[in-house]
């Protein structure tokens, strides 16, 4: 099947250097990175070796040019990129307090991600796609939400699969409007990558093995937990619990630990690997993240991830 295709938000993503709170004060900082949610997803799977596209809108400006030169230099096909004149590239300022959460200000709502729409470059992408990923974050953005639906019903509706991150942040939309869209998703999704609490929200559940149990019935064929420095579990009919630990590493920044990890576990099964070893993988893509500073700094080659795994002294079955 054809190429992994992702929906949604492409922005840079500058850091301050010092720990604390709020942007209140003139501070440190370093970046632009790339970064965005569904850039940092699908950079990995092409830098792990899958076919990637993705569906997005930059501005005429510096931002959008660093992004796509770094997207196209590693793999992912970005004829879907729009370049919108007269609105800037969004962006978003990040600030690590000392308990490890983050402060973010946010610019993107109204930057050009907002006028990502179902262009002829991205039929003809979607056309061509054989997976399609949803992230949560996407749909706080106006208009992104209806070019991923229409993606969704188009790659499924040729026998495509579907993996969605919830990625709830507290800064983005929520409330029943976000409650309606997870709902609609978790009806049309294969593969489910919680992480924390995310599941209880996206299940509705009290606990995890009610909020399995309720994903599982209604039809999601593969559930995969994210526990950050504890690893991360897979639950299927097919292949039951599949717990793998988490890779010891020094944290240096979070951001896109996540994706990585999803990026590398999508790609694996895509490639007809068990769940154990898809694991073992994404692990290894969301530890090696966490040790670089900046969202995308990390994304790992297949190469580098068995590389990372030997070194551990794990082995890839
Ligand atoms: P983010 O939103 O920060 O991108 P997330 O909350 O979606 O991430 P996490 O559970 O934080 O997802 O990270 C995904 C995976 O990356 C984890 O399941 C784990 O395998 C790996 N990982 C994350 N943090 C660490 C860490 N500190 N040490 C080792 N592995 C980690």
Redesign the pocket.
Known sequence: LGPTVTVGEILVEIMATTVGAGFLSPQPLVGPFASGAPAIFIDQVAQFGGAAGIVAAVGADDFGTLNVERLRTDGVDVSAVAIVPGKPTGSAFVRYRADGSRDFVYNITHSAAGDTSMTAAARTLIARGGHVHVMGSAFAIPGIGAVILEAVASIRARGGSVSF?P?IRKELAQGDEGRRLIDDMLAVTDLLLP??DELLVAADAATEPAAIARLLDLGIGEVVL????A??SHFSRAFGRVDCP????E?VD??????C?GAAYLTSRRAGLPPARALLY??AA??R??TRQGPMEGVSSREDLERFIAAAGREVK
């Open positions: 991150d990625n992480s924390g994210k526990r950050g420095s690893g991360s988490a890779f010891a590493v944290e979070p951001t896109g630990a996540g994706d990890f994404a692990n969301g530890a993240t966490v």
